[in-house]
């Protein structure tokens, strides 16, 4: 094959949770050049060998240290600039996990990662703010389904929880009473009986019920 028609394929993720009613998203630091230092979502050259899951499973477990993270495919990047050095293409997919199997499924990794929220992201490398706003765009118009709701809150929440990350993602504001009266009339959650504790005026804790159908949405 002419060297002309040869490129590199590299798959990149970005991986979103939830902490402290903000949307975070997974960033690993460069150890070397080009931008060294700099802050870039994970990713990996696709081997010749290796499926495009395979990739996105290495950089998982081997980068990330986490395991049984499900993908979905966002968008491709393929500006002849887009790499300094060579000419590469990025697959780009975007997955969601909740803060506590973040804990309990990671392990160690010799990568230096951080959670970053999505409206105050550091400087990046390469054209991964593109990358990245682009997975963004992409989480406001999932943010209405249900199954990213509940990858991201699968167990108890308050709704003032779930209306503050409405509000990051869609950066508007919902009126406190229409938000509370529109989403619980949307029969997705269950009151669980029980309270929050600490500081402040407790608050009503609900969980999503178990029998509930993709489609459902808060959409104001």
Do not use: C
């Not at 009986?193 to 489609?215: C, E, H, N």
Request: glycine share 4%; proline share 3%.
């Amino acid at each position: 094959m002419k060297e002309e028609y040869k490129n590199i394929v590299e798959s990149v993720i970005g991986i979103f949770t939830e902490v402290d009613s903000k949307i975070k998203i997974l960033l690993v630091r460069k150890k070397d050049e080009p931008y060294k230092n700099y802050w870039v979502l994970p990713s990996a050259i696709l081997n010749n060998n290796d499926t495009i899951e395979d990739s996105l499973n290495d950089i998982v477990i081997n980068q990330i240290g986490l395991s049984d993270i499900s993908f979905e495919h966002d968008n491709v990047f393929g500006s002849l600039d887009r790499d300094p050095d060579k000419r590469v293409i990025a697959l780009s997919y975007i997955s969601f996990i909740d803060s506590v199997s973040v804990e309990l499924k990671k392990v160690d990794t010799d990568y230096e990662i951080d959670w970053f929220d999505i409206d105050s992201l550091p400087r990046l490398g390469y054209d991964h703010e593109s990358i990245v706003l682009s997975a963004i765009n992409r989480l406001k118009k999932r943010i209405y389904d249900i199954d990213v709701l509940t990858k991201l809150f699968p167990s108890d929440f308050t709704l003032p929880e779930i209306q503050r990350i409405y509000e990051q993602v869609l950066e508007t504001k919902f009126d406190r009473r229409n938000f509370r009266k529109k989403f619980i009339a949307l029969n997705l959650i269950e009151d669980t009986g029980y309270v929050t504790d600490g500081v402040g005026r407790p608050a009503k804790l609900y969980r999503f019920k178990d029998d509930i159908s993709d489609g459902d949405d808060y959409n104001e």
